[in-house]
């Protein structure tokens, strides 16, 4: 790996892994509540 300043484009998958990310945490999150029923 190459030591470099993120790029725009580096900033903008970073942001996408994290929304994608932190949507999957509160869906398996609402899954174990229902279960929890």
Not at 7 to 19: F, P, Q, R, S, V
Not at 21 to 30: D, E, L, N, P, T
Request: overall charge negative; glycine content about 0%; hydrophobic content about 45%.
């Amino acid at each position: 790996m190459t030591d470099h300043l993120a790029t725009k484009e580096d900033l903008d998958l970073i942001n996408e892994n994290t929304a994608d990310f932190i949507a999957f945490s509160y869906y398996s999150f609402a899954l174990l509540l229902i279960q929890k029923d």
